[in-house]
Structures are given as C-alpha cells and as structure tokens.
C-alpha cells in the first residue's frame, strides 16, 4: 500500500509485502473477518477483509510538515492473497501518476502474546525493511505508531485503518513534530473492491537457473531466481550452539517460493515436523542495486518478528550474508553460506561466531529438492 511513500524519495518505484503471522497452534480461529476488538478475541483475523483484489486511489503530500498544500495523485490495483496456511497474507500494488509509475507492499506480523501488528515497509531504493507502526484494532479502527526520521528530524508517524469490513476500506497516514498532540495527514487512500477475474493471476515462473558464475556481467539483482518454485526440505538444527553440544535435531518439510518485483524481491514459507513439534517459517529477500547487496529477513510463528537482516552477496556461485545479533545474552557475528544454486539441490549452512568471525560453527544445514 501507499503509505511507503514515507520511506523512500517520491520518484523511486517501491514493493512492499502483507504478511500475517501468528503462534500458539490451537487457539479458536473464527471465520469472521470482523476488526472489532472485544474481550477473549485475540485479532488474528483483522485483515482478513483486505483479501481479494481493490481498485486504488491514493493522495500523497509533497513535502509533509513543511506548510505544503501539494498533493499527487494515484491510480492503482491492489491484490491480496493468502499464504502459509492462512496466517500470512501477501499484498500487492501497481499504480500510476501523472508522472510516474509505482509498485508496493507491506508487511503485517502479528503479535498473539501482545495483541498487537507491527507494520513493516520495503522499498526498492535500497531493498530494507523499516522499522515497524506498531499498534492495534479497537472498535474497528487500527491506529499503528513508530518514530522516523522526516527533513533530517525524529518524529512521530501514525497509521489508521478505518472501514475495513466494507467494500470501501479506508487509509491515512500522519506525521507529529509535537510529541503526538497535532498530526497531518500526508497519505489518503480509498479502496473499491473488484472482481478478482479482471486482475491477472500471480503465475509461477518457467525457473531458469541464474548463471551465479557471471557476477562480472551482471549486477546480482537475479542471483535468487534459481529459488520460485515448490520444495521438499531436510534439515538438521544444533540444540546448543556455541556450548560444545553436538546433538542435533533433524527436520523434514516443504515450502513454496514466490518471485515478486521481477526476481528483485522473494518471499518463501516453510513449514516442517521434528522432535520438538511444528515449525513454520517466512523469508523475504530483498535487493540494493545501489549496493549489489541481498538482504534477507526472517520470521517465524511463534511472535511474527522480523529479525536483523543478514546482508551480502554472491561471488563465484556462492552467497554469504553476514549479521550481528545476540545469543544468550550475548553479541555474536552470524553467517548464511549458500551453495549448489545452479542445481535441483541447493544447499543452506547457518553459522555463529563468538570470536569475531575467526571461527565458525555450523548450526543449521538445509538441503532441498525441488518438487515438480
């Protein structure tokens, strides 16, 4: 949806994804798509309605708590899709201006613990993924905070999703330099729902293996396109990484992967069975052409947090991605090694360091087949 225009300079195109997520399998799911909040209902369910396919119309501010009256104005189509089960949910747009044309996605995780989303936003300029509007549904009204940074200062920014059960859902976001006492609108935007059959259907790709071997001819922005497709996964988990243990914990599972943004951008889920139960799981990658780097994100049911994205490339037919993050308590590097790309067999290895990367232990290893 529009409301990633905050993010990125008003002439760059941008993609965006809706993704739902939610733990502890079990719990009474209802089959209404209502956003009321009321009491024991724990709000898994509050976009349900956006599913299906809207015509868009989209008013942004030029040049937002600057004194400015000057707005653009878009024309688009959004589609939203169930995936992973009907916990996560994928949204897409494509519009147009007067002088431009846009496409977009943002993505929805949500909460069970707090009852609350988190709404992230990527755009193409440089592949990120922002930092989250939190917040949630009350009385059919969903109103999501974070701070950003707006003409070089920090300040507030609102979302509000009002409507959502009609076939005119309704959007604004807002900015606050007064700690939240005032806010301007600077994004308005109307849906109209449509028939799902005047809008071209998502067609898995012909998979072409990427030559990852050319990375001197080519600026890496397909380096991923080996993945779209279904799979069959094993994998094995180290319990205790980083302790001496040397058990492990096999899995078997299956995923599908989505190719979004013309191979800029992927999505895949995963879900799979082993000793410790049921797991599920989403990736989104994401591309910078500025910097020919991936960044790739994950999150799982269990709380539907994006984690730190690990970042890099792939040179001579191997990828590795590298992040900071922290292990019990304390702050390790973390290493992703991808391999045999170019086959039916692609091999993943996770890595952890406590040395500053002078060695690693391995962790977790995933090799998959690809299913016809």
């Not at 599972?253 to 410790?276: M, Q, S, V």
């Amino acid at each position: 949806m529009m409301p990633a225009w905050r993010f990125v300079p008003r002439h760059v195109v941008s993609i965006a994804l809706i993704f739902v997520a939610y733990s502890m399998p079990g719990i009474c799911q209802t089959a209404s798509g209502a956003v009321q909040a009321t009491a024991g209902r724990d709000g898994q369910h509050d976009f349900d309605p956006l599913l299906g396919a809207w015509k868009e119309h989209t008013k942004i501010r030029q040049h937002p708590l600057t004194g400015s009256d000057t707005w653009t104005e878009f024309e688009g189509i959004d589609v939203y899709r169930k995936i992973w089960g009907g916990r996560a949910i994928i949204g897409e747009y494509e519009g147009d201006s007067n002088t431009r044309h846009s496409e977009g996605v943002m993505l929805y995780t949500y909460n069970l613990p707090t009852n609350q989303w988190s709404v992230y936003f990527a755009s193409s300029k440089d592949g990120k993924v922002s930092p989250p509007n939190a917040g949630e549904f009350k009385d059919g009204r969903g109103e999501f905070y974070t701070q950003d940074i707006l003409n070089g200062r920090l300040r507030y920014n609102r979302y509000i999703w009002s409507k959502l059960t009609t076939n005119s859902p309704h959007f604004e976001e807002s900015w606050s330099d007064d700690g939240g006492k005032t806010w301007e609108v600077d994004n308005i935007t109307d849906l109209t729902r449509i028939n799902g059959d005047s809008v071209k259907p998502y067609v898995a790709p012909n998979v072409v293996p990427a030559d990852v071997n050319a990375a001197t001819e080519r600026d890496g922005q397909h380096d991923f396109d080996f993945y779209p497709g279904d799979w069959k996964y094993h994998l094995k988990r180290l319990q205790n990484p980083l302790t001496g243990s040397t058990k492990w914990m096999e899995f078997e599972g299956t995923g599908h992967c989505y190719k979004i943004w013309d191979g800029r951008a992927n999505l895949d889920e995963f879900e799979g069975d082993g000793p410790i139960g049921h797991i599920e799981g989403l990736t989104l990658r994401t591309y910078n052409p500025e910097t020919h780097q991936w960044s790739l994100y994950w999150a799982n049911s269990k709380d539907g947090k994006v984690v730190v994205p690990q970042i890099g490339q792939f040179k001579n037919g191997r990828g590795e991605f590298y992040a900071q993050d922290m292990l019990n308590g304390k702050s390790i590097f973390i290493r992703f090694v991808w391999t045999n790309t170019t086959t039916s067999m692609p091999h993943f290895e996770q890595s952890f360091s406590n040395d500053g990367g002078k060695t690693w232990e391995t962790n977790w290893i995933t090799d998959q087949t690809r299913v016809k």
